[in-house]
């Protein structure tokens, strides 16, 4: 399956090229890359200037992330395979690398809005919700009418009014919202309605590890934090409209938008063990570990794990005990399984 050892082959063209520093930051922001925040990302341009140096017949990420190398393989043509353990993340590589025409997102979100309309509240209220929130009667009403009961556990995290438009949202992407669209499209909106959690949630959206509600966000909330989830989601939406039809352009006249991108949520470690996709044949593996246990994404990702429902309590912690960079106790790898790639084999 891999064929060549580009990393310790000093003559390949890739090693002479290039002041990184040259980059311009702005080029980052292209595609679908800053849909979702995700600490720890591949710089795309380093990305990009790599698979065209390199050429690969076919890229694998073990630890793909968000999918930077996904997306950007994609638009250089190359067939790509990305393996990531955490469900939000792996979702994400999935809508990231999904073309959608402008036209049928922006003729979808018309859709959307007016059926969320009726449940819009007003400036006046969100002011009014600043210092006083929604009886819990009246949020176990709504949220039963949508049926997510479950998420009354997560009212430390959030206003209760804030949970019932969540999962107001939620529901009408998936319920009546949403007529005689495709699964791609419900998860483009449900991907816009995730990517704006950290914005209405009372964690610090600023820390990279965990879900800290700092000093500054309680100051914040007792001074009067204002939680517009219905504003915050259209924001979320017109960006990615704005960067899913850049991407699709593009695509379109590479003419690369047919090229396969894979993404499988499973442990690295069972690389091996996974049925190869028909036809794929990767000659570069491309990836970056969890950084010295600095960001436990794991942990950050949690409340938006719950509010998807792709893990609950347990799941999280078996997630946790598979992660890589993981701080406290868990699975104990006692012996590294060889890749067949030298650089990684090799001590
Ligand atoms: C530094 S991030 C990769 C970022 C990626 N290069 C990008 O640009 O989006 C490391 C990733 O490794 C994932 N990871 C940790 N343990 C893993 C495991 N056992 N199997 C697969 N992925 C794992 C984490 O969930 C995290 O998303």
Redesign the pocket.
Known sequence: MITRDYASDPNHRMFHQANLLKWNDGHGLRFTHDWFR?P???HPPL?EHILRSVKPSGVI?????????AVEAKAAGVPSLS????PV?SFFIGVKTTPISRRTLEAAWKDLSDSLEYFRRTEKEIEIRKFRDIRVDLMRQGLSAVNATDLERLTYWFRRYVLLDYARIDHAIWNGGLPHRSKDVRRFFLACLFSSIRRISFADPSPVSGLEITKHMTDNIEDGYAIDVFAQFKRRVGLAIRRMDEYTTYLNKKGTTDTPSYTAQ????DLMKLAQPSGFEANLIF?????CNA?E??RRHRLEFFLSRFLDEHGVSALHR????RTTSGRVVKEIPKLGYLPIDSP
């Open positions: 995700f720890g990302k591949f990305v990420d073990p630890m793909a992330g968000v999918g930077t190398v393996i990531e353990i955490d993340s499973v442990d690295c470690l990836f970056s570990p969890p950084y960001i994404y794991w598979k992660s890589v960079g």
